[in-house]
């Protein structure tokens, strides 16, 4: 049986999963050892000679159409077999499962199917029920469409219905897989480099926001919610949320501090910076351009001698892999204070720009001399 795996996740093709699968044997058998031993020394069984151990290996299945018509010929898999110890417990551990294939949207599953026998004549084979689901993609283009796929397997099983609160603790759970924030190795609670130093949820205004926006139509709240209004929701907005998060790693580190607001609209926007000196802003996700940021700030009209809340969206040129979000800011001299979120009390507080982003600054190179002088 597996006894510990990761839960469904998209990988890419020639990767490997980070995260392990630990089996174990389970017998009524009470010489179980025995037939192990014997099994790894039939060479026309095992193909080796180890004695007192037996081979574990991993096989592909799919509910959506052979393996063979998916993933095509050729090794699909590496680091797909262990050895199993004849000492108790019989278990095993497999790391770094890479495959070699992309499986074209489809779910699959690991099997791991063990052999042994009494003698050269006769063969057992046992095999584990399916991990949880995988979707193998070849590039970040595709993360989005695969991860939908796996988020309504994940909610609806065999319903045609599920409540919302039955989809907003799936949606909790898909979100802090799919932004990295439950993998150990992303070193979210010890990293000096971000000062990211906790994970966070979706709040409760969080999901307040994606309920009010998505869900309160028709009745659905009340009658259920079916899997195309899941799909319009991810596909639509929610899901290049989570793909920014997932793969923009200072947008998470941002995330993670409150630094982002989180999902708020214009008005909800306008409430938290009520009162506040100009020059106060917050970062939020824009609500009509999917995965991109919005701010909102005081500002100081004048001619008109009033203080005003403006909107602005952080266009796709205006950052790029060159030019981080907090570089953008940086040179935006009208923008001082930062309405940081304490997502831990649900509560907002003033912090100096340079203070809040500072240490995610691309550091800037000196001016070389020219002729014994430096620029101005």
């Known amino acids: 049986i597996i006894v510990d795996q990761p839960i469904p996740q998209v990988i890419f093709k020639g990767k490997c999963i980070e995260d392990s699968y630990t089996l174990q044997i389970l017998s009524t058998t009470p010489d179980l050892v025995h037939l192990l031993s014997a099994s790894a020394s039939s060479q026309n069984l095992m193909g080796q000679n180890n004695k007192g151990m037996a081979k574990i290996k991993v096989v592909l299945s799919s509910e959506e159409g052979s393996i063979k018509s998916i993933a095509g010929t050729g090794k699909l898999l590496e680091n797909d077999e262990q050895i ?43 095999e584990s029920e399916g991990s949880t689901p995988i979707i193998v993609i070849t590039n970040e283009s595709q993360w989005c469409e695969a991860a939908a796929k796996l988020l309504v397997h994940e909610t609806f099983g065999a319903s045609p219905l599920v409540s919302w609160p039955h989809f907003a603790n799936t949606l909790q759970a898909f979100f802090l897989q799919s932004t990295r924030q439950l993998d150990p190795r992303s070193n979210n609670n010890n990293n000096n480099n971000n000062n990211q130093s906790t994970c966070r949820s979706l709040s409760i205004m969080d ?12 009745g659905e709240i009340e009658n259920g919610l079916g899997v195309k209004r899941i799909m319009v929701f991810w ?7 989570v793909q920014a998060l997932r793969f923009k790693k200072h947008v998470l580190s941002l995330w993670c501090e409150g630094l982002i607001s989180g999902f708020l609209t214009k008005n909800m926007s306008i409430k938290v910076l009520h009162d506040q000196p100009p020059g106060t802003f917050l970062i939020r996700f824009s609500q009509t351009s999917a995965g991109q940021f919005a701010l909102a700030y005081v500002e100081y009209d004048a001619r008109t001698g009033m ?25 935006k001299s009208h923008l001082l204070t930062l309405r940081k979120y304490d997502f831990v009390n649900n509560a907002f507080e003033n912090v100096g720009k340079d203070t809040a982003l500072g240490h995610f600054y691309t550091k800037r190179k000196s001016p070389v001399p020219q002729n014994g002088y430096v620029g101005m």
């Open 84 to 126: 199993l110890s004849d000492q108790f417990p019989l278990n095993t551990t497999f790391t770094n499962i890479k495959f070699n294939l992309s499986t074209r949207m489809s779910r699959v599953y690991l099997k791991f199917n063990l052999c042994f026998s009494e003698n050269a004549d006769d063969g057992y084979s046992v």
């Open 235 to 241: 596909n639509s907005w929610f899901g290049q949320v």
């Open 307 to 331: 203080v005003n809340t403006k909107h602005s969206l952080v266009k796709s040129e205006d950052i790029s892999s060159n030019k981080k979000l907090p570089d953008f800011l940086r040179e």
């Open 207 to 218: 999901m307040h926001y994606l309920r009010c926006k998505y869900f309160e139509e028709e």
